[in-house]
């Protein structure tokens, strides 16, 4: 079955410290992979994709995310963290062939000023 | 263009009573998703619908219901709520597309509902 660990459910970085958060899935093929932000009482939204090609895709808000097929990981990063960049991270696998996401359950980010 | 809409934003039942949220989706897009949101087990699959017929639907009890109207309006109903069911419920929409796992989704800012 499909499945997405993010394994640090809380992370806290100093303001201008690099940030990377984890994310490891099981699938069988290669999936379809993104990142999404939830900031306090809003919906989630999308900082990056990746389908297929270059293994290191740039999203928005300077935050990137490299494909590892060989460690089945998607994790994301920032050289440089923002105040504003608090918030919540969710990996999601879209399972090609079907209908929907599965999520991971999310981590926590606290920035320190 | 305006994003996914949600109502009401917070709810409060009584265990045993029905709620229903509804969903407008961004204009265009025909797929509207459901998840459950609660801390510690993040986004849970509810169901899926395109032009009205449910395509994927998650494991949720048959309480759990749905359906989609022939604008993509779409709207969710819980039955006798229990407690468990206290969570933030969001609702994203997506473009036409023959599967949407790779769709980005768009989502809305969530019903939070309360169940005492």
């Known amino acids: 079955a499909q499945s997405v660990t993010q394994p640090d459910i809380h992370i806290t970085v100093s303001e201008g410290a690099s940030l990377e958060l984890r994310c490891n899935y099981s699938y069988g093929a290669t999936p379809y992979l993104f990142w999404y932000v939830q900031s306090p009482g809003q919906g989630l939204q999308l900082l990056l994709k990746y389908f297929s090609g270059d293994t290191l895709v740039q999203g928005i808000k300077g935050f990137e995310a490299e494909f590892k097929r060989s460690q089945s990981s998607f994790n994301l990063r920032k050289p440089s963290v923002h105040w504003s960049d608090a918030a919540e991270y969710f990996c999601?696998?879209?399972?090609?062939?079907?209908?929907?996401?599965?999520f991971g359950t999310g981590t926590r980010l606290k920035v320190l000023a | 263009k305006a994003g996914v809409t949600q109502t009401p934003r917070y709810l409060i039942k009584t265990r045993g009573q029905q709620v229903t949220l509804s969903c407008s989706p961004i204009s265009g897009h025909r797929s509207v998703s459901w998840y459950q949101q609660t801390p510690g087990q993040g986004l849970q699959f509810l169901f899926e619908y395109f032009s009205e017929t449910q395509r994927n639907k998650g494991n949720f009890p048959g309480r759990f219901s749905g359906r989609q109207f022939s604008n993509s309006r779409s709207e969710m109903n819980v039955s006798t709520l229990e407690l468990g069911d206290s969570a933030l419920y969001l609702c994203?929409?997506?473009?036409?597309?023959?599967?949407?796992?790779?769709?980005?989704?768009?989502f809305g800012p969530g019903t939070r509902l309360t169940v005492l």
């Open positions: 994203a929409s997506s473009l036409d597309r023959r599967e949407i796992s790779y769709n980005e989704q768009f």
């Open positions: 999601a696998v879209g399972a090609r062939g079907t209908y929907k996401y599965i």
